[in-house]
């Protein structure tokens, strides 16, 4: 055969391996193997490139400088003097709850309106929400687990078990401090003077009876 005649043959074996997928190429390679080969060494070939464009996120500087922001505060919480490290915009409730783990003072509204965050600060009452963790430089805090003491429970706690004041129980704890709060404030004795001065605690499950309630019985102990 001459090359001529040789060359004209090995074209059309080609194009016929090409235009027919189960004819094998030269080498064995079939239509389909090849289109698979060159389909695994593109995206072999591209991953790198895509690896190396979409790179993993980074802490940057605006977030290391944020970290590093922080306020050195000590306060008196329940007995216990503590030295917190927060940053300047941590509120009361926060510093309790996650530096502190003190779970009892709930966050509700966290916008001052359902007193569900009260706690005592310097004996006087605060919804914990609206005040700064830096503002109470060497206070002395009292949150709700602060009133047992030697394992006996404060009269108001045992007044609202006695009385059923509570149903859910999420307002509690800052029922519990507000009222505690005002055996000590200059509050009328009748009833309508104690709902006036525990208004600015919600109770959404409507247990204000039972809450007037056990007020009034631990007033009259008093």
Request: net charge negative; hydrophobic share 35%; glycine share 10%.
């Amino acid at each position: 055969m001459t090359d001529g005649v040789a060359s004209e043959v090995l074209l059309a074996e080609e194009t016929d391996c090409i235009e027919n997928s189960s004819i094998p190429c030269h080498g064995g390679l079939s239509r389909r193997g090849f289109l698979k080969t060159l389909g695994a060494t593109g995206i072999a070939a591209a991953t790198p490139s895509l690896a190396h464009s979409l790179p993993l996120a980074q802490e940057g500087p605006a977030q290391a400088a944020e970290a590093a922001h922080t306020v050195s505060i000590h306060m008196k919480v329940n007995g216990v003097e503590h030295a917190l490290q927060v940053e300047p915009r941590t509120v009361l409730l926060d510093a309790l709850r996650e530096n502190l783990n003190l779970p009892g003072t709930k966050k509700g509204c966290d916008h001052g309106q359902c007193g569900a965050c009260t706690v005592h600060v310097n004996g006087r009452r605060v919804n914990s929400c609206l005040s700064l963790a830096v503002m109470h430089q060497g206070d002395e805090i009292t949150t709700i687990e602060g009133l047992e003491q030697n394992g006996e429970l404060h009269p108001m706690q045992a007044a609202f078990l006695e009385h059923d004041a509570f149903q859910c129980g999420y307002c509690t704890p800052g029922q519990i401090m507000s009222a505690t709060a005002l055996l000590k404030e200059p509050v009328g004795e009748d009833d309508h003077a104690v709902r006036e001065s525990m208004s600015g605690n919600i109770c959404r499950c409507g247990a204000y009876q039972h809450i007037l309630a056990a007020v009034q019985s631990v007033r009259k102990q008093a």
